[in-house]
């Protein structure tokens, strides 16, 4: 009988990359969160972790989406979407938020892709397709600017097409610009080496993963079942 396979929901996917990201690093980590699934990642840090949230439309030190009936709506996110913001917090105009980005101050940004080629190159802005406006917000900036880029994604498109690739065949945000890149099916890093699989979903094995990628993938000597929250 074949295993059951359950992919990661968006939240379980926001948590994974939430463990990624250091939690009491010296000085701190500063951290962007991209539009959409990228914003979900505030909601699942614990309460001591010492990360500052930026985003680009000014703020240093969001906190998670603010909650139903509690929201203000002079107090939101690039993607328009009500937050809150923690003790501390700091709002400044747009000129200062990219000069943070492109000083190479943000030491991670989180964002969401159409694709991920075997090296590394970051499309998440346009499909080509000419009846949907162009969304690259500061997405290039970002992944130009990040010390590390955190992909969180899933790992095929709606009609089945593999988001991971040999190559792009999407106009390009960034070359080389990924880091790893976190499925509803996988953990992958982007190395030297090629693309190495950290983390799979329990009941999933390499080769049913490699036939939902369009890129070689091998797996790490440590991969292990893909980590998910206990509640």
């Excluded at 509690?70 to 923690?86: H, N, S, Y």
């Excluded at 992944?143 to 999407?170: L, M, W």
């Excluded at 976190?182 to 993963?209: H, K, N, S, Y």
Aim: proline letters at 7%; charged letters at 20%; hydrophobic letters at 40%.
């Amino acid at each position: 009988m074949t295993p059951l396979i359950t992919p990661l929901a968006r939240e379980q996917m926001a948590w994974r990359v939430a463990q990624d990201i250091p939690h009491n690093a010296p000085g701190g980590t500063y951290v962007n969160l991209g539009i959409g699934m990228p914003e979900l990642v505030a909601n699942h840090l614990p309460d001591d972790a010492d990360i500052m949230f930026h985003c680009e439309n000014g703020i240093l030190g969001m906190g998670p989406v603010a909650r139903r009936g509690e929201e203000d709506f002079d107090l939101i996110t690039a993607g328009k979407k009500p937050v809150t913001v923690v003790p501390g917090a700091a709002f400044f105009d747009s000129t200062d938020s990219f000069a943070m980005i492109r000083g190479g101050h943000i030491d991670i940004a989180v964002l969401g892709a159409f694709q991920i080629s075997r090296t590394g190159d970051l499309a998440n802005w346009s499909t080509g397709d000419n009846t949907v406006i162009p969304a690259v917000g500061g997405a290039m900036d970002l992944a130009q600017g990040a010390k590390r880029v955190f992909v969180i994604t899933n790992h095929q498109s709606r009609d089945g097409a593999p988001k991971i690739v040999e190559t792009c065949t999407y106009p390009l945000t960034g070359r080389g610009v990924v880091s790893t890149v976190f499925t509803d099916l996988a953990v992958i890093d982007v190395t030297p080496a090629g693309l190495m699989v950290r983390e799979i979903v329990d009941g999933l094995g390499l080769a049913d993963l490699q036939a939902k990628t369009g890129a070689p993938l091998t797996a790490a000597p440590d991969c292990r079942t893909l980590a998910r929250p206990q509640n």
